[in-house]
């Protein structure tokens, strides 16, 4: 007897088998059912409902799925020779309750029981995100959430360009990006999704021929408008979240308003000269936590708050806190790590210095304090004001 076989036989006296009926019935009371298989063999066909994690990430990615040790297993591959194996592997992790399926899903197709064609990556797809594939808090799950995916940037300036070209990289399915400017020789400094070649055109369109030029499976939207209180629940409306890149207080408290009414987070940046700051706002998500209103309740005088093209930027700075707001972005879609809602980021790019402050909600802030949740539903913004970009 070879020795892969004897190290087969050991395993089946350890290891529980099923048959695939056994498996679908405790399916239904609550076990879960893993689908091992890899890439191209799902494509033909899985188990209804089965969780889907190839077994070269298995060991990566189970524990993201059921997080209970304890918790009823059962793995399945195409003919029940490699889900004994992966079982194993489980059970080294500290898994209990570890089956495998005899037959595989080859005979859980010959005995009738249900199946599902699943909506999978494409090799393309494979290929292009397989650094995010391997990631266990992404994998092949969360790189569809990212692709079904809607996310909209207002302004496609200095904060706006990093951020789209790498949520487009990203693979962001949806990307809508509201502008009514043109593209000028002085934005050049620090707004890299333009060129000289695109001098003069739209932003919106100067910003949709690069990101189609960088990732085509993506979808531009481009909202060629001013964004006012009439017009934006409309915009935002069918976003999972708005990334704020804008330059004037009007167009952020504005932002704000919608956000926190419809729900969606709202990640914001501000810079100025060699400094900026960065936080997250969703209340809705988090009760307890502030809106952009509870940070900033009043307007500052003009003459405290002057817009970059008053008081200059350093060019490299928006590139650095859209990078961020790209990351906090993809955070979201994913639910993913610590968000930054409740916390002000603070840098500062001559110091090399990062600070970080935590924001209280205000119980009297007239957006998402106590009175403004019991009058929900208040329609959003109260004026006209330009998306115009850092």
Same mark, same amino acid.
């Given at each position: 007897?070879?020795?892969?076989?004897?190290?087969?036989?050991?395993?089946?006296?350890?290891?529980?088998?099923?048959?695939?009926?056994?498996?679908?019935?405790?399916?239904?009371?609550?076990?879960?059912?893993?689908?091992?298989?890899?890439?191209?063999?799902?494509?033909?066909?899985?188990?209804?409902?089965?969780?889907?994690?190839?077994? #070269?990430?298995? =060991?990566?990615? /189970? @524990?993201?799925?059921?997080?209970?040790?304890? &918790?009823? %297993?059962?793995?399945?591959? $195409? *003919?029940?020779?490699?889900?004994?194996?992966?079982?194993?592997?489980?059970?080294?992790?500290?898994?209990?309750?570890?089956?495998?399926?005899?037959?595989?899903?080859?005979?859980?197709?010959?005995?009738?029981?249900?199946?599902?064609?699943?909506?999978?990556?494409?090799?393309?797809?494979?290929?292009?995100?397989?650094?995010?594939? #391997?990631?266990? =808090?992404?994998? /092949? @799950?969360?790189?569809?959430?990212?692709?079904? &995916?809607? %996310?909209?940037?207002?302004? $496609? *300036?200095?904060?706006?360009?990093?951020?789209?070209?790498?949520?487009?990289?990203?693979?962001?399915?949806?990307?809508?990006?509201?502008?009514?400017?043109?593209?000028?020789?002085?934005?050049?400094?620090?707004?890299?999704?333009?060129?000289?070649?695109?001098?003069?055109?739209?932003?919106?369109?100067?910003?949709?021929?690069?990101?189609?030029?960088?990732?085509?499976?993506? @979808?531009?939207?481009?909202?060629?408008?001013?964004?006012?209180?009439?017009?934006?629940?409309?915009?935002?409306?069918?976003?999972?979240?708005?990334?704020?890149?804008?330059?004037?207080?009007?167009?952020?408290?504005?932002?704000?308003?919608?956000?926190?009414?419809?729900?969606?987070?709202?990640?914001?940046?501000?810079?100025?000269?060699?400094?900026?700051?960065?936080?997250?706002?969703?209340?809705?998500?988090?009760?307890?936590?502030?809106?952009?209103?509870?940070?900033?309740?009043?307007?500052?005088?003009?003459?405290?708050?002057?817009?970059?093209?008053?008081?200059?930027?350093?060019?490299?700075?928006?590139?650095?806190?859209?990078?961020?707001?790209?990351?906090?972005?993809?955070?979201?879609?994913?639910?993913?790590?610590?968000?930054?809602?409740?916390?002000?980021?603070?840098?500062?790019?001559?110091?090399?210095?990062?600070?970080?402050?935590?924001?209280?909600?205000?119980?009297?802030?007239?957006?998402?304090?106590?009175?403004?949740?019991?009058?929900?539903?208040?329609?959003?913004?109260?004026?006209?004001?330009?998306?115009?970009?850092?």
């Amino acid at each position: 007897m070879s020795q892969a076989q004897a190290r087969l036989d050991a395993l089946r006296r350890a290891i529980e088998e099923i048959e695939p009926a056994e498996a679908a019935r405790r399916a239904r009371q609550g076990a879960i059912l893993v689908d091992i298989r890899d890439e191209e063999e799902v494509r033909q066909g899985s188990p209804k409902g089965a969780l889907r994690i190839p077994k #070269s990430f298995l =060991e990566l990615q /189970i @524990e993201k799925h059921v997080a209970d040790p304890e &918790a009823p %297993v059962m793995l399945m591959c $195409a *003919g029940g020779t490699r889900s004994l194996f992966a079982a194993d592997a489980l059970r080294t992790l500290g898994f209990e309750t570890v089956a495998s399926v005899t037959g595989g899903y080859n005979r859980w197709k010959e005995e009738g029981l249900d199946t599902e064609v699943p909506r999978l990556l494409t090799p393309a797809q494979m290929e292009r995100y397989r650094r995010h594939l #391997s990631l266990p =808090e992404v994998g /092949i @799950e969360g790189q569809q959430k990212l692709l079904d &995916a809607r %996310v909209l940037v207002i302004g $496609a *300036g200095g904060l706006g360009s990093p951020t789209l070209l790498y949520l487009a990289a990203a693979g962001v399915g949806t990307i809508g990006i509201v502008d009514n400017d043109v593209v000028e020789p002085s934005n050049l400094q620090r707004q890299v999704l333009h060129s000289e070649e695109t001098v003069g055109m739209a932003k919106t369109a100067s910003a949709a021929r690069a990101l189609k030029a960088l990732n085509a499976d993506v @979808e531009v939207v481009e909202v060629r408008e001013r964004l006012t209180a009439d017009n934006v629940n409309r915009v935002f409306e069918g976003y999972d979240v708005v990334v704020d890149g804008t330059d004037n207080f009007q167009t952020r408290y504005l932002v704000n308003e919608a956000c926190v009414a419809l729900g969606i987070p709202n990640v914001y940046s501000a810079i100025l000269q060699f400094e900026a700051q960065l936080s997250v706002f969703w209340p809705a998500k988090y009760p307890e936590t502030p809106c952009y209103s509870c940070l900033y309740p009043v307007v500052p005088p003009a003459a405290l708050a002057p817009s970059c093209g008053e008081a200059g930027v350093l060019g490299v700075l928006p590139g650095t806190m859209g990078l961020l707001q790209a990351t906090e972005a993809i955070k979201a879609i994913l639910g993913a790590g610590t968000s930054l809602v409740g916390r002000l980021l603070t840098y500062d790019a001559l110091a090399a210095e990062f600070g970080e402050y935590e924001i209280d909600r205000a119980e009297d802030c007239p957006v998402c304090g106590a009175a403004a949740r019991d009058t929900a539903g208040a329609e959003a913004g109260a004026a006209t004001t330009d998306a115009s970009a850092a």
